[in-house]
């Protein structure tokens, strides 16, 4: 539906839904189902991550709650500066709470290693995180996630959340993209 903008599929629909339950198996025998600390909270965040919150949460075997966070980089749009910026803040205190962050991607890391200080100063029971893709060459900080999808090449990939200038973000597969369209 985007011409030839997509090069190649570099994950089917099959394969994240098949991740997306190893996972979401993984992740439930962290959390008992009856925890004294309440439901998971899963903190999805915006916009990329949309797609596999709703999957996952709807794949994990134990009761969670969900909220989202929007969070905005300054500096150049095409490399994280590290410098974050809140655009929606979660509604609710996740003081006592397991928390759950859930991503699309971790690129260079900056997003996450900000928003996991900024969130731990809230005093959460535990708070961990769950990525989708994660480039281990673009990497520019230490980031400690507990589960990762996939490890994927450090190329530009879109669909299922991820965006390129807010396009492609509909494709239920990740595909890498035509650097015609960015070039
Ligand atoms: C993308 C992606 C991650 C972040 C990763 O979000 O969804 O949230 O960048 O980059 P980093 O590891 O280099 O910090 P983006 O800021 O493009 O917003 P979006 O989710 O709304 O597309
Ligand atoms: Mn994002
Ligand atoms: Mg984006």
Known sequence: MYGDDIASVLITQEEIAGKTKELAELIAKRYPADAPEGDLLLVGVLKGAIFFMTDLAKA???????????VSSYGSSTSSSGVVRIMKDLDKDIAGRNVLIVEDIIDSGL?????KRN???RNPASLEVVTLLRKPDALRTHVDVAHVGFDIPNEFVVGYGLDYAERYRDLPYIGTLDPKVYS
């Open 119 to 121: 969130l731990s100063t």
């Open 111 to 115: 997003t996450l290693s900000w928003l």
């Open 60 to 70: 994990l075997p134990i009761p969670t709650q969900m909220e989202f966070m929007a």
